[in-house]
Structure formats: structure tokens, C-alpha cells
């Protein structure tokens, strides 16, 4: 599960934020004050912990490299009453597991032959009585600090997919997809965007690439006895995505059938000048249809899941606040848990504080998720443990089902010691999962 909404987005930030203004702010020493004088009335943290409560912790995939990490892991979260892990599987279009389908990452190597940090996490999860799901980053498929070395990844073989941003619309219209100088200023503009833009993203668009994704996650179920999946980075990454070639193309065989001969006149004529004639002119369609792919992507890769493995649990992170959503990320949740589209879902909290904006925005998701459960994806780089023992506090209040600490390897890495992962489970969980 780094700025809001994707939870490796907030593990981006979150380091990058780190915890300088923490060791020197004092309204955050009062803060942690408030927060150990609620610890110790029974306030926060131990206070209203809902039986059955998922206590999750986020793996990322650089943290099951090996056969002794992976095992470090599992006994780590066992240990802190952790019951279930969202282990990252797919992490910037490379797998950490043993697909058919998608090639694995070359940091695997390193471990040998025969190693599959998948199949030895469910083995000593299990065995350890902790749930394992299966993350999945979907959109996002690699990030801004290096591209990836092998040539048969995903944005070397279908460049197509990729998103493109309205600043490059014009630039790319006449350069072919295939040509190097393709990917090449599609990568100078993302790092330079870097603060907004995580990396690449693959559209949703595409029905190439939904099948694609589709026979990942198939393959994916198929092999593991997964106990759930859950899919992140599951959106646009601004609204200004995507205005690539084939997207306007395929806008365009939408919209023409929905309009009037005049409007359809007029969109032909500006479009000899302006490549982005058809979302200009018809913007409430192009929302609705770049939101509507989205959805029918989330649909479709739960119904893999659930055609294969029908007791697994199928879950997303979303942004936090339904507007928010539509508007920054084209992301319509609202119609995701409405129509009961996935079994549980993960706002990012991340780094925000415990205050009445979140507690309103935990409160909307909680009363339009209705029956579904909803899990705070919570970040803890930024934060004292007082701190993230506020945030939970006000994620039982609101009702929530579970938490979801975001995420191992910032707990367990200086500045942090070696019992704070520990620690910080004591203080948020009662003893035991």
C-alpha cells in the first residue's frame, strides 16, 4: 500500500518528509504528550479495538529479496500482533514471484534459482497464523530514479500503454511510439514532475493492457493460495492523463456516437490544429469516460480473482475523500464499494494528522462503504508513536475495520531501532492478533 492516494506513493513521501520537524517542533512534543496522556487513561490505541480487527502490515517487495529477509519479516509481524500482511508482488511492472506471465525482477536473482519469496511468505505466515494478500501496484509501472535494466520490461514492449500528459500531447503527436525518443521525453518530463508524478504509469484505456493485467493476476491466483489480493496504485496519476495517441483515439469513437452532427463538425475542424480538441470541447465525457475504463479495470481483475478463487479477498486503496478522488485521480470509488466491486477497500491516510478534516473524511467512507469493510492505510515514517496512536484512535472511532501501518521496512530502518516496530505495535494493539 506515499502525496496521497497510491501507498507507495505515501512510502515515497513519507521518507522524503522524514522526521527532522518531529525532533523539533514543539507543537508536536505537545502533541505526544496528549497523545501518552490518552495511552495511559486508556484513550488511545487500546481503546475500542474491534473484535476481528485486521492489523495489517505493508511489505514492500525490496523487503523479501531473500529467504532470510522474508523470514525476518514474518517473525517480526507475528511477534507485534500483526494478523495479516499486504505483501508487495508486482512492484513497477516486475514481478516478485514466479509468473508465467510477467518477468520477475532481477533483484530475485541475487537469492538463486529456486527461490520464490511468495511461496515462502504464505509457508511461514501461515504456519505463524498470520493472513497473507498479495499487493499488486496496477497503474504505476516505474518510477523516476532509474528505468528498469531488463529490455523485456513492459515499457520497452508497449510504450503504447503508457500514459501520456497533456504538456506532451503536442510533442509526441508525430513521434513514433517506437522510436527511443518516445520513452525518452516521456522520462525527462516525469522527473521532472517527480513531485507530483511518481513515475510511468500504463493506461487503462487500452483493453491490451487490461488483458494483460488481467492474465498477471490470473496467473497470480492460480499458483498461490493467496488469502487475499489487493490492488494498488489503481488510478490517473493527475487529471491531466492520459492524452496519448491511442487514448484520444479511442475518446473520440466514444463521444462521436453521443454528440450532434454541429458538435462533431466542430471538434473535426479544431482538431486539425489542436490534438486535445475532443477533451476540450466535450471535457464532462472525457471525465466520464477516462473514470469508466478505470472502473471497468478494478471490475474485471476482481472477477479473475474471484473465478479462480472465490473465498479470496479482493481489496484497493483509494484516495481519501470521494471528491478528492474523482477530481485528482479519476478514481470513482464511490461506485466501486456502492456496487459491491471489491471486498474491502484502503483509504490512504499517510502522513495526515488526527484532525476534524480526516475525522469527517473517515466518516464519509465509512457511511458510504456501508457493510464493506474499510482498512486506514496508515503511514508511520513521519510520525512518533503517539502520533500514529492518535490516527488509529480516530480510525476505531469512525468505525473502521482494520489498520494497515504503512509499512515494514521504514519501521524496522534507522532512524528507527530495532524494537521499534514492536513498540509501536504495543501501543496501537492489545496483545495477541
Known amino acids: 500500500m506515499p502525496h496521497l492516494p497510491a501507498l507507495t506513493r505515501h512510502r515515497t513521501r513519507s521518507r522524503a518528509v522524514g522526521r527532522e520537524t518531529g ?10 504528550i496528549v497523545g501518552l496522556t490518552l495511552l495511559m487513561a486508556g484513550g488511545v490505541g487500546a481503546q475500542s479495538q474491534p473484535v476481528g480487527e485486521i492489523r495489517a502490515l505493508l511489505v514492500p517487495a525490496r523487503s523479501i529479496e531473500s529467504a532470510q529477509a522474508v523470514n525476518r519479516m514474518v517473525q517480526a509481524a507475528a511477534q507485534a500482533g500483526f494478523n495479516t500482511l499486504l505483501v508487495e508482488v508486482r512492484g513497477r511492472g516486475q514481478a516478485y ?7 520477475m525482477s532481477p533483484a530475485l536473482g541475487r537469492a538463486g534459482d529456486e527461490f520464490d519469496p511468495l511461496a515462502q511468505t504464505l509457508v511461514e505466515a501461515h504456519e505463524a497464523g498470520l493472513r497473507v494478500h498479495a499487493l ?4 504505476l509501472v516505474a518510477g523516476t530514479d532509474g528505468l528498469p535494466a531488463r529490455r523485456d520490461h513492459l515499457i520497452y514492449q508497449h510504450p503504447e500503454w503508457l500514459m ?10 508525430t513521434v513514433d511510439v517506437r522510436d527511443p525518443d518516445y520513452l525518452g521525453r516521456l522520462v525527462r518530463w516525469t522527473r521532472q514532475q517527480r513531485a507530483t508524478v511518481e513515475g510511468l504509469y500504463v493506461s487503462p484505456l487500452h483493453q491490451g493492457m487490461q488483458t494483460y493485467l488481467a492474465a498477471l493476476v490470473s496467473d ?14 489503481v488510478q490517473y496519476p493527475t487529471p491531466d492523463f492520459d492524452v496519448s495517441r491511442g487514448a484520444l483515439a479511442l475518446f473520440k469513437a466514444d463521444v462521436r456516437g453521443r454528440v450532434d452532427a454541429d458538435a462533431r463538425a466542430e471538434a473535426d475542424v479544431l482538431e486539425r490544429i489542436d490534438p486535445l480538441a475532443y477533451p476540450t470541447l466535450f471535457p464532462d465525457e472525457w471525465n ?3 473514470q469508466s475504463r478505470l472502473t471497468a479495470l478494478v471490475t474485471r481483475l476482481r472477477n479473475v480473482v474471484r473465478s479462480i478463487r472465490p473465498g479470496t479477498v479482493v481489496s484497493a486503496s483509494v484516495t481519501l475523500g470521494s471528491e478528492r478522488a474523482q477530481a485528482e485521480h479519476l478514481q470513482d470509488w464511490r461506485t466501486w464499494v456502492s456496487n459491491g466491486f471489491l471486498d474491502a477497500v484502503a483509504p490512504v491516510v499517510g502522513s495526515r494528522e488526527s484532525t476534524p478534516a480526516l475525522d469527517a473524511e473517515l466518516s464519509e467512507i465509512r457511511a458510504l462503504a456501508g457493510t464493506l469493510p ?9 510520525r512518533t508513536t503517539a502520533q500514529t496512536a492518535l490516527v488509529v484512535d480516530t480510525a476505531r472511532r469512525r468505525g473502521l475495520d482494520g489498520l494497515l501501518l504503512l509499512s515494514y521496512d521504514s519501521l524496522v530502518s534507522p532512524p528507527n531501532t530495532s524494537d521499534y516496530l514492536l513498540t509501536l505495535a504495543r501501543t496501537v494493539f492489545t ?3
Open 164 to 173: 501520456v500528459p497533456r504538456d506532451l500531447a503536442a510533442d509526441l503527436r
Open 136 to 139: 499488486v501496484q496496477v497503474n
Open 431 to 433: 496483545p495477541g492478533p
Open 374 to 382: 474499510v482498512w486506514a492505510g496508515i503511514g508511520t515514517a513521519a
Open 23 to 32: 525532533a523539533t517542533s514543539l507543537s508536536l512534543v505537545a502533541l505526544a
Open 97 to 103: 514471484f514466479r509468473s508465467g506471465v510477467e518477468a
Open 220 to 233: 497470480l491466483a492460480r499458483q498461490y493460495e493467496l488469502d487475499g489480493v489487493h490492488f494498488d496504485s
Open 288 to 290: 466520464r469516460f477516462r
